[in-house]
């Protein structure tokens, strides 16, 4: 379908390694959350659904295009807003000259038009005032901005964003969520983070990958929901939780099966993930 992006048992392997276990999913417009643990496939997925690189398996439509033609990849290019986990600066060029640098390769013609939509999406950032600084004396998080505003020049249909707010300030995050509260009612939004609370934030859905693999999906209530009963604090540490950590007030939040009497607390996006991680017979669970 051509407002959509689905996948069918896809899979990505380097050597022996299968970091992508076929995958079926689908994404349709609004914002889908990427979780996982580091090496669980989510920039691997990214990196396919951006053409970056090729499935070895499987089937990928992507806005109705196919990605392992040429044309495809051309079509699905002109259409595609894409933030590598780490994209490459040439540090000696402005962020503006750098985003002007990619409206090109973008295919943008007419110079005044370029250059307001450069200044469009660099002030969608928050980026106006240093725009003319040399990248390399930007700092990390203003450098991750720079790279989320090439991502939006053109108002893409499909944006994938891998790790998108790592590093931004807490104004920076709310920001970028107001802007992708924006962007999600019309195109397709694909992100990674480690942040849950940007999932339950930002997300409409959310996508849970563990091992090369997709095991939820759901909305990011559904994903809290599912540690429902699951959740409680007491003072001090109780072995039998899967896991425990302690919170601010100096109380120790747990996972797991509670004790009788326990005092239950209602579980949030992370209480959901890391019983949904931890659970080693986890099986597919959750509709879109
Ligand atoms: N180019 C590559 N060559 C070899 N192995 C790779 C390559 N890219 C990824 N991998 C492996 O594939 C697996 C998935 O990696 P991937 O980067 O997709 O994970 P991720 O979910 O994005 O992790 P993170 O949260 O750390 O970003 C890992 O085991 C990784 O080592
Ligand atoms: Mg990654």
């Known amino acids: 379908m051509t407002g959509q992006v689905t996948l069918h048992g896809v899979t990505k392997a380097f050597g022996s390694l299968v970091a992508v276990d076929g995958i079926d ?29 090729a499935a070895d398996g499987g ?3 992507v806005l ?11 079509e699905i290019r002109r259409q595609l807003g894409y933030l590598p986990q780490e994209p490459g600066f040439h540090r000696n060029f402005s962020a503006f000259d750098f985003v002007d ?15 307001d939509e450069v200044r469009r999406v660099l002030s969608l950032v928050g980026l106006e005032a240093v725009m003319h600084k040399n990248i390399g ?10 790279a989320i505003a090439q991502a939006l020049l053109g108002s893409p249909r499909l944006l994938v964003l891998d790790e998108p707010t790592a590093g931004l ?21 694909l992100l990674s983070t480690h942040q ?20 939820f999906v759901g909305s990011p209530g559904d994903l809290a929901q599912r540690a429902d009963g699951r959740v409680w604090t007491a003072a001090t540490r109780d072995a ?49």
């Not at 109705?64 to 051309?74: A, C, Q």
């Not at 339950?200 to 996508?207: E, G, I, K, M, P």
């Not at 425990?244 to 120790?252: L, M, P, Y």
């Open 137 to 146: 004396r930007l700092s990390g998080g203003m450098r991750r901005r720079v």
């Open 25 to 53: 999913v689908d994404f349709a417009p609004g914002v889908t959350g990427l979780l996982g643990p580091n090496g669980a496939g989510k920039t691997t997925l990214m990196r396919m659904v951006a053409t970056v690189v």
């Open 101 to 115: 640098y990619i409206s090109i390769l973008k295919e943008w013609g007419d110079r005044n038009a370029r250059h």
């Open 59 to 61: 089937h990928m439509d």
């Open 64 to 74: 109705g295009h196919d990605p392992s033609t040429g044309s495809g990849r051309l």
């Open 240 to 288: 039998r939780a899967e896991v425990a950590w302690v919170i601010g007030d100096g109380s120790v939040r747990h996972i797991g099966t509670p004790p009788a009497g326990a005092q239950l607390v209602v579980p949030t996006v992370e209480d959901g993930y890391l019983l949904l991680a931890r659970d080693a017979d986890v099986s597919v669970v959750g509709q879109s």
């Open 196 to 215: 849950t609370d940007d999932v339950a934030a930002l997300c409409n859905r959310v996508v849970v990958l563990l091992a090369g693999r997709v095991r």
């Open 169 to 189: 300030d807490p104004e920076q995050r709310l920001l970028f969520r107001e802007l992708l509260g924006t962007a999600g009612h019309d195109a397709i939004v």
